[in-house]
């Protein structure tokens, strides 16, 4: 069975400072990794994934994460943050073959201050 | 930007009350779900559907109950309301059988039960 830990339930950060928010998975097969943002009265929307290829997937929007097999990681990474992306992420996981249906983790609470 | 409704937004009843929350998608996807979410806590899955007279029981355990009599329509039903209901319900949206495939998530429905 898949599972995922977000190990910081709040992260707070100044803005255009860098942030990392981390993100490890359990699974016994090969996986997809996603993490999704959800902004304030929102449902989840996708900011990237990783099916396969390159390790290092990137979104619009400066966010960038790597897949990191050895250490069953996918932490996500930004340089330099904005408050506007003040919101909830999660990582998410799932198992190739398996049912289709992700397992998430708890979220992580990005704070931006300026 | 994903087309996926959800009614209402906000919902404040009486213990005992019957509802229905109701979720829409226009993106002619096949696969729908009902997630469950608490403040700090993994979303829950709570029913999912393959496609139409398709419904199956998620990983937790709920009272609700669910039906898929349209493609584009997956409403959640609660015969009696209790305050343990009181959470976040999340609709969501996918592609039948691709497990590489985003979810797509409604803005949700904030369910207090007094």
């Known amino acids: 069975a898949q599972s995922v830990t977000q190990l910081d339930s709040q992260v707070p950060v100044f803005e255009e400072a860098p942030v990392e928010l981390r993100c490890n998975y359990s699974s016994s097969v090969s996986v997809y990794l996603f993490w999704y943002v959800q902004y304030p009265n929102q449902g989840l929307q996708l900011l990237l994934k990783y099916l396969s290829g390159s390790t290092l997937v990137k979104s619009i929007n400066g966010f960038e994460a790597e897949f990191n097999k050895s250490q069953t990681s996918f932490h996500l990474r930004k340089p330099s943050v904005h408050i506007s992306d003040t919101a909830e992420y999660f990582c998410?996981?799932?198992?190739?073959?398996?049912?289709?249906?992700?397992?998430f983790g708890r979220g992580t609470s990005l704070i931006v201050h300026p | 930007e994903a087309d996926i409704y959800q009614t209402p937004r906000y919902l404040v009843i009486g213990t005992g009350k019957k509802i229905t929350l109701e979720c829409s998608q226009t993106?002619?996807?096949?696969?729908m779900y009902w997630y469950q979410q608490d403040p700090g806590m993994e979303l829950h899955l709570i029913h999912y559907s393959y496609g139409v007279n398709s419904t199956e029981k998620g990983d937790l355990s709920s009272e609700s109950t669910v039906s898929r009599i349209r493609t584009e329509h997956f409403p959640l039903t609660l015969e009696s309301a209790r305050p343990s209901h009181t959470s976040q319900y999340l609709c969501?949206?996918?592609?039948?059988?691709?497990?590489?495939?985003?979810?797509?998530f409604g803005p949700g429905t904030r369910l207090t039960v007094l």
């Open positions: 969501a949206s996918s592609e039948q059988g691709r497990d590489t495939d985003t979810q797509y």
């Open positions: 993106m002619g996807h096949d696969k």
């Open positions: 998410a996981v799932n198992e190739k073959g398996g049912s289709y249906i992700p397992t």
